[in-house]
Antibody
Framework: QLQLQESGPGLVKPSETLSLTCSVSGGSISSGNYYWGWIRQPPGKGLDWIGSISYYGTTNFNSSLKSRVTLSVDTSKNQFSLKLSSVTAADTAVYYC????????????WGQGTMVTVSS | DVVMTQSPLSLPVTLGQPASISCRSSQSLVYSDGNTYLNWFQQRPGQSPRRLIYEVSKRDSGVPDRFSGSGSGTDFTLKISRVEAEDVAAYYCMQYTHWPLTFGGGTKVEIK
Protein backbone atom coordinates (compact mmCIF):
# COMPACT_ATOMS: atom_id res chain seq x y z
CA GLN A 1 0.00 0.00 0.00
CA LEU A 2 1.40 3.35 -1.01
CA GLN A 3 2.05 5.97 1.65
CA LEU A 4 2.68 9.65 0.98
CA GLN A 5 4.35 12.25 3.20
CA GLU A 6 4.59 15.97 2.51
CA SER A 7 7.52 18.04 3.73
CA GLY A 8 8.66 21.64 3.44
CA PRO A 9 8.72 25.01 5.21
CA GLY A 10 5.65 25.93 7.22
CA LEU A 11 6.21 29.65 6.75
CA VAL A 12 6.92 31.48 3.49
CA LYS A 13 7.28 35.22 2.95
CA PRO A 14 5.07 37.08 0.48
CA SER A 15 6.44 37.20 -3.08
CA GLU A 16 8.72 34.22 -2.42
CA THR A 17 8.42 30.66 -3.73
CA LEU A 18 6.68 27.90 -1.79
CA SER A 19 8.45 24.55 -2.21
CA LEU A 20 7.05 21.22 -1.03
CA THR A 21 8.08 17.63 -1.53
CA CYS A 22 6.01 14.48 -1.33
CA SER A 23 7.89 11.30 -0.44
CA VAL A 24 6.41 8.06 -1.71
CA SER A 25 6.86 4.76 0.14
CA GLY A 26 5.44 1.30 -0.41
CA GLY A 27 5.81 1.53 -4.17
CA SER A 28 7.73 3.08 -7.02
CA ILE A 29 6.98 6.55 -8.30
CA SER A 30 8.03 5.23 -11.72
CA SER A 31 5.08 2.88 -11.90
CA GLY A 32 3.21 3.65 -15.05
CA ASN A 33 -0.06 2.96 -13.26
CA TYR A 34 0.08 6.10 -11.10
CA TYR A 35 -0.25 9.84 -11.39
CA TRP A 36 0.82 12.28 -8.68
CA GLY A 37 -1.11 15.34 -7.60
CA TRP A 38 -1.30 18.33 -5.29
CA ILE A 39 -4.46 19.68 -3.67
CA ARG A 40 -4.76 22.51 -1.17
CA GLN A 41 -7.30 23.61 1.43
CA PRO A 42 -7.36 27.16 2.84
CA PRO A 43 -8.29 27.33 6.53
CA GLY A 44 -11.97 26.57 7.00
CA LYS A 45 -12.59 26.16 3.27
CA GLY A 46 -12.93 23.42 0.68
CA LEU A 47 -10.52 21.49 -1.52
CA ASP A 48 -8.81 23.01 -4.55
CA TRP A 49 -6.80 21.00 -7.10
CA ILE A 50 -3.42 22.55 -7.96
CA GLY A 51 -1.98 20.20 -10.54
CA SER A 52 -0.86 16.67 -11.35
CA ILE A 53 2.14 15.00 -12.99
CA SER A 54 2.99 11.60 -14.42
CA TYR A 55 6.32 9.96 -13.71
CA TYR A 56 7.44 10.68 -17.27
CA GLY A 57 6.72 14.39 -16.81
CA THR A 58 3.33 15.09 -18.40
CA THR A 59 1.56 17.75 -16.36
CA ASN A 60 -1.90 19.24 -15.96
CA PHE A 61 -2.71 22.34 -13.94
CA ASN A 62 -5.53 24.35 -12.45
CA SER A 63 -5.79 27.20 -14.93
CA SER A 64 -5.94 29.81 -12.16
CA LEU A 65 -2.52 28.74 -10.82
CA LYS A 66 -0.79 27.49 -13.95
CA SER A 67 1.46 30.53 -14.43
CA ARG A 68 2.92 30.12 -10.93
CA VAL A 69 3.17 26.33 -10.55
CA THR A 70 6.03 23.98 -11.34
CA LEU A 71 5.75 20.23 -10.77
CA SER A 72 8.58 17.74 -10.98
CA VAL A 73 9.37 14.09 -10.26
CA ASP A 74 12.63 12.73 -8.84
CA THR A 75 12.65 9.01 -9.52
CA SER A 76 16.00 8.51 -7.75
CA LYS A 77 14.49 9.74 -4.48
CA ASN A 78 10.98 8.40 -5.11
CA GLN A 79 9.62 11.91 -4.60
CA PHE A 80 7.63 14.52 -6.45
CA SER A 81 7.62 18.24 -5.80
CA LEU A 82 5.57 21.42 -6.01
CA LYS A 83 6.85 24.94 -6.45
CA LEU A 84 4.44 27.88 -6.26
CA SER A 85 5.98 31.26 -7.04
CA SER A 86 5.04 34.81 -6.04
CA VAL A 87 2.95 33.69 -3.08
CA THR A 88 0.50 35.92 -1.24
CA ALA A 89 -1.60 35.46 1.88
CA ALA A 90 -4.25 33.84 -0.33
CA ASP A 91 -1.90 30.87 -0.77
CA THR A 92 -2.03 30.08 2.95
CA ALA A 93 -3.46 26.57 3.14
CA VAL A 94 -2.95 22.95 4.05
CA TYR A 95 -1.23 21.35 1.08
CA TYR A 96 -1.90 17.68 0.33
CA CYS A 97 -0.15 15.36 -2.07
CA UNK A 98 -2.15 12.46 -3.47
CA UNK A 99 -1.69 9.50 -5.78
CA UNK A 100 -4.08 8.44 -8.50
CA UNK A 101 -4.10 4.88 -9.76
CA UNK A 102 -4.85 4.48 -13.47
CA UNK A 103 -6.77 7.76 -13.81
CA UNK A 104 -5.44 11.27 -13.36
CA UNK A 105 -8.11 12.32 -10.92
CA UNK A 106 -8.62 9.14 -8.91
CA UNK A 107 -6.88 10.51 -5.77
CA UNK A 108 -7.21 7.20 -3.98
CA UNK A 109 -4.36 7.79 -1.52
CA TRP A 110 -3.57 11.06 0.29
CA GLY A 111 -0.75 12.34 2.44
CA GLN A 112 -1.44 13.78 5.87
CA GLY A 113 -1.09 17.35 4.62
CA THR A 114 1.21 20.18 5.62
CA MET A 115 0.17 23.67 6.69
CA VAL A 116 1.89 26.52 4.86
CA THR A 117 1.42 30.08 6.06
CA VAL A 118 2.38 33.04 3.89
CA SER A 119 3.39 35.92 6.12
CA SER A 120 6.22 38.36 6.60
CA ASP B 1 -14.34 24.94 -15.88
CA VAL B 2 -16.96 22.45 -14.66
CA VAL B 3 -18.68 23.84 -11.59
CA MET B 4 -19.65 21.28 -8.97
CA THR B 5 -22.52 22.41 -6.72
CA GLN B 6 -23.25 20.51 -3.52
CA SER B 7 -26.29 20.77 -1.30
CA PRO B 8 -27.01 21.18 1.47
CA LEU B 9 -24.07 23.06 2.96
CA SER B 10 -24.80 21.56 6.37
CA LEU B 11 -26.77 18.43 7.19
CA PRO B 12 -27.86 17.73 10.79
CA VAL B 13 -28.88 14.08 11.13
CA THR B 14 -30.15 11.93 13.97
CA LEU B 15 -28.03 8.85 14.71
CA GLY B 16 -29.39 5.83 12.87
CA GLN B 17 -31.27 7.93 10.35
CA PRO B 18 -30.41 8.23 6.64
CA ALA B 19 -28.59 11.14 5.04
CA SER B 20 -28.42 12.26 1.44
CA ILE B 21 -26.04 14.73 -0.23
CA SER B 22 -26.58 16.14 -3.70
CA CYS B 23 -23.88 17.08 -6.21
CA ARG B 24 -24.66 18.72 -9.54
CA SER B 25 -22.21 19.49 -12.33
CA SER B 26 -22.48 22.35 -14.80
CA GLN B 27 -21.98 19.93 -17.69
CA SER B 28 -22.27 16.22 -18.27
CA LEU B 29 -19.58 14.09 -16.65
CA VAL B 30 -19.91 11.26 -19.17
CA TYR B 31 -16.52 10.75 -20.82
CA SER B 32 -15.99 9.68 -24.40
CA ASP B 33 -15.34 6.10 -23.22
CA GLY B 34 -18.85 5.99 -21.75
CA ASN B 35 -17.69 6.10 -18.13
CA THR B 36 -18.51 8.84 -15.62
CA TYR B 37 -15.64 10.00 -13.49
CA LEU B 38 -17.00 11.28 -10.21
CA ASN B 39 -15.52 10.74 -6.74
CA TRP B 40 -16.87 11.23 -3.24
CA PHE B 41 -14.46 12.02 -0.41
CA GLN B 42 -14.94 12.06 3.35
CA GLN B 43 -12.87 14.42 5.50
CA ARG B 44 -13.21 13.92 9.23
CA PRO B 45 -12.21 16.85 11.48
CA GLY B 46 -8.43 17.26 11.52
CA GLN B 47 -7.83 14.50 8.97
CA SER B 48 -6.90 14.19 5.32
CA PRO B 49 -9.63 13.45 2.80
CA ARG B 50 -10.38 9.79 2.17
CA ARG B 51 -11.97 8.52 -1.01
CA LEU B 52 -15.23 6.65 -0.41
CA ILE B 53 -16.68 6.28 -3.90
CA TYR B 54 -15.24 6.45 -7.43
CA GLU B 55 -16.88 6.35 -10.85
CA VAL B 56 -20.19 7.43 -9.30
CA SER B 57 -21.04 4.25 -7.43
CA LYS B 58 -17.97 2.03 -6.85
CA ARG B 59 -17.17 1.78 -3.17
CA ASP B 60 -13.52 1.78 -2.08
CA SER B 61 -12.13 -1.13 -0.10
CA GLY B 62 -12.93 -0.86 3.60
CA VAL B 63 -15.78 1.63 3.13
CA PRO B 64 -18.89 0.51 5.05
CA ASP B 65 -21.76 -0.56 2.84
CA ARG B 66 -24.03 2.04 4.44
CA PHE B 67 -22.36 4.48 2.01
CA SER B 68 -23.64 4.41 -1.56
CA GLY B 69 -23.27 6.61 -4.61
CA SER B 70 -25.67 7.03 -7.50
CA GLY B 71 -26.56 9.32 -10.36
CA SER B 72 -25.77 10.05 -13.97
CA GLY B 73 -25.03 12.88 -16.36
CA THR B 74 -25.05 15.97 -14.17
CA ASP B 75 -26.89 14.84 -11.02
CA PHE B 76 -25.26 12.69 -8.35
CA THR B 77 -26.05 11.63 -4.80
CA LEU B 78 -24.15 10.22 -1.84
CA LYS B 79 -26.34 8.36 0.63
CA ILE B 80 -25.63 7.13 4.13
CA SER B 81 -28.28 4.55 5.02
CA ARG B 82 -27.92 4.87 8.80
CA VAL B 83 -25.67 7.61 10.13
CA GLU B 84 -23.18 6.65 12.82
CA ALA B 85 -21.15 8.96 15.06
CA GLU B 86 -17.99 8.27 13.04
CA ASP B 87 -19.67 9.70 9.92
CA VAL B 88 -19.42 13.24 11.27
CA ALA B 89 -17.31 14.83 8.54
CA ALA B 90 -17.25 17.05 5.50
CA TYR B 91 -18.09 15.29 2.23
CA TYR B 92 -16.86 16.46 -1.18
CA CYS B 93 -17.70 15.40 -4.68
CA MET B 94 -15.07 15.79 -7.39
CA GLN B 95 -15.16 15.31 -11.16
CA TYR B 96 -12.26 14.02 -13.22
CA THR B 97 -13.92 13.77 -16.60
CA HIS B 98 -12.88 17.26 -17.67
CA TRP B 99 -9.80 19.43 -17.18
CA PRO B 100 -9.33 21.15 -14.81
CA LEU B 101 -10.32 18.75 -12.07
CA THR B 102 -12.90 20.38 -9.81
CA PHE B 103 -14.37 19.77 -6.35
CA GLY B 104 -17.74 20.62 -4.92
CA GLY B 105 -17.84 23.09 -2.06
CA GLY B 106 -18.49 20.43 0.54
CA THR B 107 -21.31 19.31 2.86
CA LYS B 108 -20.83 19.02 6.61
CA VAL B 109 -22.69 16.17 8.26
CA GLU B 110 -23.33 16.67 11.96
CA ILE B 111 -25.33 14.86 14.60
CA LYS B 112 -28.53 16.52 15.86
Amino acid sequence: QLQLQESGPGLVKPSETLSLTCSVSGGSISSGNYYWGWIRQPPGKGLDWIGSISYYGTTNFNSSLKSRVTLSVDTSKNQFSLKLSSVTAADTAVYYCASSRLFWGAFDIWGQGTMVTVSS
Amino acid sequence: DVVMTQSPLSLPVTLGQPASISCRSSQSLVYSDGNTYLNWFQQRPGQSPRRLIYEVSKRDSGVPDRFSGSGSGTDFTLKISRVEAEDVAAYYCMQYTHWPLTFGGGTKVEIK
